[in-house]
């Protein structure tokens, strides 16, 4: 059974909420299959996704990279850096699944709004 990482905007970031369901048609998610993802992790872009700042499931927990098997809150202050290291890997595989994060990275940096993502 094939898996995938979604990758969503939240349009309105609620503080003190636990982000724990999985709602990936409330936040309008894309997916990238699992094995690209970790095709991806295993090279500079995991290294440098590393450096991302991040929340794991509420924003009163900081983070470092996404939660792999959980819900990760990315913060605009993030989008650029994230939204350059898609980029660089999109350089290398010119794919539509990583077209269409970049998209989504962009409409989130547009719309000053914080992006959510599902693990497997």
């Known amino acids: 059974m094939p898996y995938i990482h979604e990758f ?3 349009g309105c970031i609620e ?3 636990e982000y724990v369901g999985y ?3 409330k936040y309008n998610c894309i997916g990238i299959d699992g094995d690209l993802f ?3 992790m295993s ?3 995991g290294k440098k996704m590393h450096l991302l700042e991040t929340f794991a ?3 009163n927990r900081p983070y470092k990279s996404l939660a792999y098997f959980g819900i990760t809150l990315i913060p605009p202050s993030s989008h650029k850096q994230f939204l350059n290291m ?3 890997a999109n350089d290398e595989y010119k794919l539509e699944e990583l077209e269409e994060l970049l998209k989504k990275i962009a409409e989130a940096i547009k719309e000053d709004r914080w992006l959510i993502h599902y693990g497997v």
């Open 8 to 10: 969503g905007i939240v």
């Open 15 to 17: 503080k003190e909420k």
């Open 23 to 25: 709602e990936p048609e």
């Open 38 to 40: 970790d095709e991806l």
């Open 43 to 45: 090279k500079d872009f």
């Open 57 to 59: 499931h509420n924003t």
């Open 86 to 88: 898609v980029s660089e």
